[in-house]
């Protein structure tokens, strides 16, 4: 499965070859493959000889064909249809190229191929028509012979573009653009407007064959050109086929032309015309007229004007004398075409009507049937177009051709592109396709010749050991047409001339002299008008009808007679040799296949002398189409292009030869220390060196014979030897110029390097030092952190042992303390039981005084045992009022201590109960009351401060703000300028105005930088509230004096407004404090337990406000929570007043202030 195979199909098809398949699938000896045209086919076990493996090589392809395996049509055709479809259109068989019109334009014509292929030698690129030419071009000058490319191929294979892209490869690699190079690549299009026409098989079709011989000078570049051109189809001017058109010079020339113009020539449109049968669009092919002069081309396009003139003639039939005549319809036409061709109209009429014949010396002339005179109208008129293409080839041969200088150094040489029809074989062939067959069978022997035989007669000189092989030579079908006495062409040249001479009698000579030749097919019967000639191709059956008059091609005397006459020059010129002929001579005058036989020897005997390529054209299929390939035409085209027996002969053979000198001249560079000594040995040497003893090359006497693939070995081995000394020049000067460069480059790198590194490094050191930085002071922080732990966990191990103990030493004071209660309490029970028991002993023992007294008593009064009785009884009774007594005070003393207990419990509850804080300020602060007392204020004064008690009557809310009345005899007093309300306005803070309010301040009334300042200032006015009675004592006298009574008032100011305890102790804690709002809580906290000592002994209420912050007063001696007296408070407040620094104003101001409260 997978394998490759050949599949024939046995068709029995002429052109049906073997197709390449590959198995899918090998089922119980049945074998499915999928050909190349994607079709299944299944191959039973009984037609398994259908099938052959395939060589490896024709699986994917080669670019030379002599290297394939399988070297059969299948083969070949295989190869070329797997390279059209990867669109690689080249293919190589030795040297000859193959090439499939793609029929698009593909990207490989580029100036960059063009420089690709340029000095190349073949099969070093990939296949290329610009490889051919590029040989062609350094072959020219390396073996310093002309040389020449056939370019064959069926109409539509694409034979006219690759001489095109041969000539344009040319003129680039020529490389002077000069002016004749120009001339010789615009002849083309002008040579295509007069000898190209649409055709069904190719919209551009050449009608005729040329051979353009291009001339280089000694440097290489173009100097000139010669255009041979063959066989023109001139019966193409009056009649097309069907989709066919006339030559494009006369749509160009309809669609170019000036109205101005056109009515000069009395044109119309194509349409109007009977010889341009279609119309189309051909606007690709411009007018160029590079080399006319402007009387040239108008004169040119009078011809062609005359022609479609001619064309549209008009004949009526009549009978003269009982023999059939015609006469042409009187129309504008007739008198346009005969004032074009500047004639006179009557004798051209006469001319297209009637014949003159000359009979024993008189001159007779008969008229001509309608059918005979449109004959001699068309001959006209082909004659005229046939002549005209003549001239206008000859005129671009003048501009181009330059004749061979005589200097002896000046030598040229040439390339010829011969693009000439291909072998062919229609339905119906008639004389044209003759010559044409007989043109390729001249070539298909130059071929072989050159292939073949020259090759062999070659080796056979120089000693070759040759190994013959079969091969087809044509020179028997040669010999047959054209060489051997009696050949066909000479006897149907003969025939032409002989008078009575007809198509028949032609072909029963031909018959007759050939029949029993191999090549010859002699028609069937007699009423069969055709032969058949077996060619290099092929058999061919030829149309023998019409052959004769085709052969003949001549004019009549009439016409020549009327060219004569006319006063157009141009005419006359191109009619030159006709004219210049009498009317004798001109019957004599060489017949068309004499014409082309004269002129393919002349050519045959140019390409002889050249070394020739081939470039084969096909056509993949008939409808112009891009990736279309049809096999059956392209095995067809293959066969005719005589490509198998090529195949065979080149790859048998020794394609490559040089001399000895030649070869040891060239090939020398790859043996260094050889001289040039050019002996046989040298060169066998070279040979077995370079190609290898055993390898199939040999030594001829005076030459050595090499195969293709050995020339290109040697080429490249030599081109890589000289390239590398080239190199090494090259080398040695680049190296120098760069190095010098390269040190200039490398000191300038290094500055940049060295600054760049040294800038670099210290950055990176700098982000290393910043990093260190960080990281020693993470571990400082680390280390101190750890010792401030290990330091502070001591320090708490010390303070708990420090605190156990003084716990303990507590514990034990208290059990101590404890043990002596109980004691005591315990003793004093115990007395106090033993009081009880004592007063009652005595209560009892009194009891019993008092009852033996009684009854002492009442034994005076009674007899004894009454007075006992009495007395007994008495005593009882005063002993039952003794145990009432005792059993309540007993009780009460229970219900005392019950109701103790109880209290304790409650106590006990109470303690327990959770605290809700708003009930235990409301409880703590509900003595305050509303506003009727002031807290420290209820209940007694303390001991000393009773002057200060006073009776408060109840304020009003309002009343708290309203102003004092100001004595009245202020306001008599002109002191507007000093006045309080005004100070008040301009110095002090916030809203605060100059009246007096009962409360303390939030911010001094004046403005104070310095915290200290503005402390004493609120204490001030804490004071002088104080003094007011409008805000009380402190609620609590000090326990424990510290001694702050004792000391001086102004000692107390003096403290206040110092800027040494606060300032300095402010300033300590802002030192070791935090930040934020945590530090000014400290800073507060600090400054209330430096300022007011004995915290536990504030007032809450006080303690409260200044810790919320609600006055900014921290710290005053004043303000501690001693009750101050009147005195002390007036001197604190008028100190105060003294001592400030103030201005003078603010002085005035603030002792009014003062004097005003
Ligand atoms: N190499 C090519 N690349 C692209 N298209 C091509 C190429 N060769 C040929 N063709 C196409 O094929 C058409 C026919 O080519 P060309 O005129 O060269 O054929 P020919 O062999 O000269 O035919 P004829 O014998 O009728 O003159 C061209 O007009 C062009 O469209
Ligand atoms: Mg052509």
Redesign the pocket.
């Known amino acids: 499965m997978g394998d490759y195979v050949w599949l024939d199909l046995k068709t029995g098809r002429e052109f049906v070859v073997p197709i390449g398949a590959v198995v899918k699938l090998c089922d119980s000896g049945q074998i499915q493959v999928v050909d190349d045209e994607g079709n299944e086919h299944w191959i039973s076990p009984q037609n398994a000889t259908n099938i052959k493996p395939m060589h490896p090589t024709s699986i994917h392809g080669v670019e030379d064909m002599i290297r394939l395996g399988d070297l059969n049509e299948a083969g070949i055709l295989r190869n070329l249809l797997i390279r059209y479809r990867e669109k690689l259109?080249y293919t190589y068989t030795g040297s000859i190229l193959v090439?499939v019109?793609?029929?698009?334009?593909?990207p490989i014509y580029t100036a960059d191929q063009i420089r690709l292929y340029t000095n190349k030698k073949i099969g070093e690129m990939p296949p290329h028509i610009f490889a051919i030419a590029d040989n062609c071009y350094f072959n020219m000058q390396r073996n310093n012979r002309d040389q020449c490319c056939i370019i064959s191929?069926?109409?539509?294979?694409?034979?006219?573009?690759?001489t095109k892209?041969i000539l344009q490869f040319l003129a680039a690699i020529s490389g002077q653009h000069s002016w004749i190079e120009q001339q010789v690549l615009e002849a083309n299009p002008i040579l295509e407007a007069f000898g190209?026409a649409k055709?069904i098989?190719?919209?551009?079709?050449?009608r005729f064959g040329k051979y353009i011989d291009i001339h280089f000078n000694k440097r290489g570049a173009i100097e000139g050109a010669k255009i041979e051109q063959y066989l023109l189809e001139k019966s193409r001017v009056c009649r097309q086929a069907r989709d066919e058109r006339n030559y494009h010079i006369f749509y160009c020339m309809l669609k170019g032309m000036t109205p101005e113009q056109k009515k000069k020539l009395g044109l119309s449109k194509a349409t109007d015309y009977t010889y341009l049968t279609i119309v189309s669009d051909s606007g690709h092919i411009s007018m160029i007229v590079l080399m006319f002069t402007d009387t040239e081309n108008w004169e040119i396009s009078k011809l062609l004007a005359a022609i479609l003139h001619m064309g549209n003639l008009r004949y009526e039939a009549r009978t003269y004398d009982n023999l059939d005549a015609c006469e042409v319809v009187r129309s504008p036409h007739l008198i346009t075409a005969a004032a074009l061709l500047e004639v006179d109209g009557k004798d051209l009429m006469n001319c297209l009507t009637s014949r003159t014949l000359i009979t024993r010396g008189e001159t007779v002339s008969t008229p001509l049937s309608m059918e005979q005179a449109l004959d001699v109208r068309d001959a006209f008129v082909k004659g005229i177009y046939g002549r005209l293409f003549v001239w206008i080839v000859e005129k671009i041969n003048a501009a181009i051709y330059k004749p061979p200088s005589t200097e002896p150094k000046a030598v040229r040489r040439s390339i010829g592109l011969l693009?000439i029809?291909g072998f062919e074989n229609f339905t119906v062939n008639s004389f044209e396709q003759l010559c044409i067959n007989f043109a390729n069978e001249n070539l298909q022997q130059f071929f072989v010749r050159h292939v073949f035989k020259l090759e062999q007669e070659e080796y056979n000189l120089e000693n070759i050991n040759w190994q013959h092989i079969e091969f087809t030579d044509n020179q028997d079908a040669l010999d047959m047409i054209a060489i051997k006495p009696m050949n066909i062409i000479s006897l149907i040249d003969e025939e032409s001339k002989f008078p009575k001479g007809t198509d028949t009698t032609m072909l029963n000579k031909l018959n007759s002299q050939h029949k029993l030749n191999t090549n010859y097919i002699p028609p069937k019967n007699s009423y069969e008008t055709q032969f058949g000639i077996q060619h290099f191709a092929g058999v061919v059956y030829y149309e023998t009808r019409g052959f004769l008059e085709k052969n003949r091609d001549t004019l009549y005397g009439d016409i020549i007679q009327l060219v004569h006459s006319s006063k157009n020059k141009f005419i006359k010129q191109i009619f030159q040799a006709d004219v210049a002929m009498g009317a004798e001579t001109r019957k004599r005058s060489p017949t068309l296949s004499s014409q082309f036989k004269r002129s393919l020897e002349l050519l045959m005997r140019t390409l002889s002398v050249c070394q020739p390529f081939f470039v084969r054209?096909i056509k993949p299929n008939e409808y112009?189409k891009p990736m279309l390939f049809d096999r059956e035409l392209c095995v067809r085209q293959l066969r005719y292009s005589g490509m198998m027996e090529t195949i065979r002969i080149r790859r048998a053979g020794y394609p490559i030869r040089y001399t000895f000198v030649e070869f040891v001249d060239r090939y020398r560079v790859l043996m260094p220390g050889v001289k040039p000594a050019y002996k046989q040995g040298t060169c066998q040497r070279i040979a077995e060196a370079v190609l290898g003893r055993d390898d199939d090359w040999q030594m001829g006497k005076t030459k050595i014979f090499l195969k293709d693939h050995h020339d290109m070995l040697l080429e490249i081995e030599r081109d890589k030897a000289i390239t590398d000394k080239v190199i090494l020049i090259q080398k040695v000067v680049r190296g120098f110029k760069d190095r010098s460069n390269f040190l200039k480059l490398r000191k300038s790198a290094m500055l940049i390097q060295k600054t760049w590194r040294g800038y670099h490094c210290r950055k990176n050191y700098g982000a290393m030092r910043a990093g260190f930085s960080r990281l020693q002071a993470l571990v400082r922080s680390r280390k101190l952190y750890v010792t401030y732990h290990v330091a502070r966990q001591r320090i708490t191990r010390f303070q708990a042992r420090c605190r156990g103990c003084l716990v303990r030493r507590a514990f034990r004071h208290r059990l101590w303390a404890v043990i002596t209660i109980q004691a005591y309490t315990r003793g004093m029970i115990a007395r106090r039981l033993y009081k009880r028991l004592k007063g009652e002993y005595c209560r009892r023992l009194e009891a019993e005084k008092m009852r033996l007294a009684e009854e002492a008593k009442l034994r005076n009064q009674m007899s004894a045992k009454r007075a006992k009785a009495e007395a007994e009884r008495k005593h009882q009774e005063r002993l039952a009022q003794l145990a009432k007594e005792d059993a309540e005070r007993e009780k009460k003393e229970k219900e005392e201590a019950r109701k103790k207990k109880e209290m304790v419990e409650q106590m006990e509850k109470a303690r327990l109960e959770p605290v809700n804080d708003s009930d235990m300020v409301d409880k703590m602060f509900g003595f305050l009351g509303t506003t009727s007392s002031f807290p420290g204020q209820e209940g007694q004064a303390p001991a000393g401060f009773e002057d200060l008690e006073r009776t408060h009557r109840e304020l009003e809310e309002e009343d708290l703000d309203e102003a004092l009345p100001l004595p009245e005899d202020d306001e008599e007093e002109d002191l507007s300028e000093y006045k309080f309300a005004k100070f008040a306005a301009t110095y002090f803070q916030g809203t605060t105005t100059h009246t007096y309010v009962r409360r303390p301040l939030k911010q001094p009334l004046l403005f104070h930088d310095d915290e200290g300042d503005q402390l004493a200032a609120l204490a001030v006015w804490i004071t002088v509230l104080r003094f007011m009675g409008d805000l009380p004592e402190p609620k609590y006298h000090t326990a424990i004096s510290d001694g702050s009574e004792k000391i001086p008032v102004m000692t107390k100011i003096y403290e206040t407004l110092g800027k040494k305890t606060y300032k300095r102790e402010l300033q300590a804690l802002q030192g070791e404090g935090e930040v934020g709002s945590h530090k000014k809580n400290s800073v507060r906290h600090k400054l209330v337990s430096l300022t007011l000592k004995k915290k536990s002994k504030i007032t809450e209420e006080v303690t409260k406000r200044l810790n919320d912050g609600e006055y900014g007063l921290h710290g005053n001696s004043m303000l501690e929570d001693r009750p101050t007296s009147n005195l002390e408070k007036l001197h604190f407040i008028i100190g105060n007043g003294i001592l400030r620094p103030m201005s003078s104003e603010m002085l005035h101001g603030f002792a009014e202030y003062i004097l005003c409260m």
Request: charged fraction near 25%; proline fraction near 3%; include cysteine.
């Open positions: 259109i090439a019109n793609p029929y698009q334009l593909l191929g069926e109409s539509g294979a694409g034979k006219t573009e690759s892209l190209n055709t098989r190719n919209d551009n079709s050449s693009d029809f054209c112009k």
